[in-house]
C-alpha cells in the first residue's frame, strides 16, 4: 500500500485528498509537529523534510502536491481530479495549479518561519511582504473564478487547494471579506461528503500552520 506521511493542517491534506478522490489505498506515516525525531525520519525519505511525502507501493517517493495530483489523475483520468488533457477547462487547470504551487505555496515557506531565512531582524519583514505577496495572488484568482467551482460546473485539484488554503493565513475570515468567491468554494468543498472525516481530522484543532 503506499505510504502517507501526514501532520494534521499540513499540506499532506491535499495528497490525501486526492487519494480518496481517486480511491487509492494508503497508510499514514503520522508525525506531530513537535515531533522532531519523526521529522528526522522524514528527512530520509524526502530530504525537503516536507509533506505532502508519498512513497508509492511500488517504491517510488513522490513529494510537490502538484506532482501527486496528476499522479493521482493518471491514476483515474475520468474522476475529474485533473481535467483531461483534451477537456476544454485543461489550460486553465495547468495555469492556476502551477500558479498555486509555484507562486503560493512559497509565500508560505518562507513566510512562516522567517528565521529559517532571515536574520531575525528582518522577520516581520519577510512575513509581512510574503503574506502580502499571497494576498495579491488570491485576488488575481479571485478574479478569474468561475461558480460553482473554479473553473466551471466540476470540481478539481484546484478546489482542493482553496478548500485547505484559506484554512491557512490570511485565514477564512479574510476570504469572506476579500475573496468571496473562492470563499464559497472552499465552503462548497468544506461540504463534500468524501472529505468530511479528513477535514475534521485536519482542521478541528488549532493550526500551527496558520
Ligand atoms: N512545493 C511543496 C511545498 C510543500 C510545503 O511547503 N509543505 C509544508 C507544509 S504545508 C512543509 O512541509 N513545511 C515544512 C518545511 O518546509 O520545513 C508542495 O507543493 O508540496
Not at 138 to 153: D, I, K
Request: proline content about 9%; aromatic content about 10%.
Amino acid at each position: 500500500m503506499h505510504q502517507l506521511w501526514t501532520t494534521p493542517g499540513y499540506g499532506s491534506v491535499l495528497a490525501e485528498a486526492a487519494l480518496l478522490w481517486v480511491g487509492e489505498p494508503y497508510a499514514r506515516v503520522e508525525i506531530a509537529e513537535s515531533d522532531e525525531a519523526g521529522w528526522e525520519r522524514l528527512r530520509q525519505v524526502n530530504p525537503l523534510k516536507q509533506l505532502p511525502t508519498l512513497v508509492l507501493d511500488d517504491g517510488p517517493v513522490l513529494t510537490e502536491s502538484a506532482a501527486i495530483m496528476l499522479w493521482a489523475g493518471d491514476r483515474k483520468p475520468g474522476s475529474g481530479l485533473v481535467p483531461t488533457a483534451t477537456a476544454p477547462e485543461r489550460a486553465r487547470f495547468l495555469r492556476f495549479l502551477v500558479l498555486l504551487v509555484g507562486a503560493v505555496y512559497p509565500t508560505f515557506t518562507y513566510g512562516d518561519v522567517p528565521t529559517k531565512w532571515v536574520p531575525e531582524s528582518a522577520r516581520d519583514a519577510l512575513r509581512n511582504s510574503t503574506d502580502e505577496r499571497r494576498k495579491m495572488l488570491f485576488r488575481v484568482m479571485e478574479q478569474e473564478a468561475q461558480a460553482p467551482f473554479f473553473l466551471g460546473a466540476r470540481p478539481c485539484a484546484i478546489d482542493l487547494y482553496l478548500c485547505v488554503m484559506t484554512r491557512w493565513r490570511p485565514n477564512r475570515p479574510w476570504f469572506a471579506a476579500e475573496c468571496p468567491q473562492l470563499f464559497a468554494i472552499a465552503e462548497r468543498m468544506d461540504a463534500d461528503p468524501r472529505f468530511a472525516a479528513l477535514w475534521e481530522a485536519n482542521f478541528s484543532g488549532p493550526i500551527a500552520n496558520d
